[in-house]
């Protein structure tokens, strides 16, 4: 992978998918948008990211099942997705593990750290 880390948000809040744009560009990442999770799952073949942030509560699709459909197919298995959400509750979070969620990070969350908490998340997953 190169220094620059892609990530496809999928989030369908106008003022929190541009706050993220915003925060992880300034923090050296290559950012994609996706407004609603069947968006999400399109961009994903075009954007070929390193690791999908997607919120969970979102029409058309939410994200439990953005990540069950990209968990599910050979193509995008591999694919790095951490849910970023409200739900908060032990049994969100073993809902969306299940799905095949590799990490979960709650809302509210400081987006000044964000950047390198992703980075540190997605290094871990590479080296397990």
Partial sequence: MSDTIRVLVIEDEAHIRMALEYN??????EVHLAENGRLGIEAVGRVRPDLVLCD??????????????LKGSPKTSHLPVFMLTAKSMV?????????GADDYITKP??????????RHKLAKLQKA
Avoid at 91 to 99: I, P, Q, R, Y
Avoid at 109 to 118: A, H, I, S, W
Wanted: no cysteine; aromatic share 10%; charged share 30%.
């Fill in 24 to 29: 992880l560009q300034m923090d050296g990442f």
């Fill in 56 to 69: 969970w509560m979102m029409p058309e699709m939410n994200g439990v099942e953005v990540v069950r459909e």
């Fill in 91 to 99: 049994g969100d979070v073993e809902e969306a593990f299940k799905a």
């Fill in 109 to 118: 969350f400081d987006p000044l750290k964000l950047g390198e908490m992703l």
